[in-house]
């Protein structure tokens, strides 16, 4: 089940994870009313029902932490540096911003109003898309209504100005920013899922890499490093490295920010 998953979403469970991995997914064998892991992996190898099961075990197995303005200096990096930049060679032409691994909408919605602060919508036609491999947190970006948590790191300035109090203790984000970005499930361990999103100069690819092997993690970067355009900003997080594991992107710092930039 362990090498199944891994072989489906990049996702590895070292053995000592053996026990946080069967709690994730016991629910789901509720759910279907099997009695064993051995019934549901056959379930998800061979039943005509697994396409729609493998949603639920993406939806299972996601870690859904994030929040707005989380490791800022990238996305600092992407408004004050990278952008004018890319106005300088290309005025013309719609720039993508890929969020690709965007679980509940912060991370495309801390770079829409990043942008948006800075007037570069006025400046450039910006095309932003994130997506997610789990359909429940792609559901919820879609419905744009966030709890206190996700505000830990943004000031209540720009709180106020992007999104409006609901029923007391959610926050809905304002739409002109919400409809900004284009919201989908992707797998981005599945080539065809990835190819033509990946076809951005810039991606935001944080904080998933860490559940993946290192086999999946090259695959990924390779297939991203296929599709990019020869100028292409890779932004993965702060605790993850990709030096080992690539030497098709070099790692620079640029205004403030670490970034692998495809040679
Ligand atoms: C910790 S969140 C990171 C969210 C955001 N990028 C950030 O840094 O705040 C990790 C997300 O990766 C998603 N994920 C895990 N495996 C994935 C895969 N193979 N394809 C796409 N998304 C995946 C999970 O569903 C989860 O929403």
Not at 54 to 77: C, N, S, Y
Not at 96 to 104: D, K, N, V
Not at 178 to 199: D, F, M, P, Q
Request: net charge neutral; glycine share 4%; hydrophobic share 40%.
């Amino acid at each position: 089940m362990r090498d199944l998953i891994h072989e489906r979403t990049g996702a590895y469970y070292e053995d000592d994870r053996r026990d946080i991995f069967a709690d994730k997914l016991l629910p789901r064998l509720g759910e279907r009313g099997l009695d064993s892991f051995l019934d549901y992996y056959y379930l998800l190898k061979y039943d005509a029902a697994a396409e729609e099961e493998w949603g639920h075990v993406m939806d299972a197995l996601a870690v859904p932490e994030t929040f707005f303005w989380r490791e800022f200096d990238q996305v600092r990096t992407l408004v004050e540096v990278l952008l004018p930049q890319y106005l300088a060679r290309k005025p013309t032409e719609p720039l993508r911003i890929w969020s690709a691994a965007c679980s509940t909408g912060e991370e495309a919605l801390t770079i829409a109003i990043a942008l948006n602060e800075a007037g570069w919508f006025y400046r450039l036609p910006v095309e932003i898309y994130a997506t997610d491999a789990s359909p429940v947190a792609i559901a919820k970006a879609r419905q744009g209504l966030y709890r206190e948590r996700s505000f830990r790191n943004l000031s209540p300035e720009l709180r106020d100005k992007y999104f409006h109090k609901k029923d007391g203790y959610q926050w809905l984000v304002v739409p002109d920013i919400h409809s900004r970005i284009k919201w989908g499930t992707a797998n981005l361990y599945c080539e065809a899922e990835v190819k033509s999103l990946a076809r951005s100069p810039v991606i935001f690819c944080r904080n998933v890499f860490i559940y993946f092997s290192d086999r999946a993690i090259r695959k990924t970067v390779r297939l991203f490093y296929q599709a990019m355009p020869s100028t292409g900003y890779l932004f993965v997080g702060v605790s993850e490295s990709l030096l080992r594991l690539t030497t098709e992107f070099e790692l620079q710092e640029i205004g403030g920010a670490f970034v692998y930039v495809k040679r």
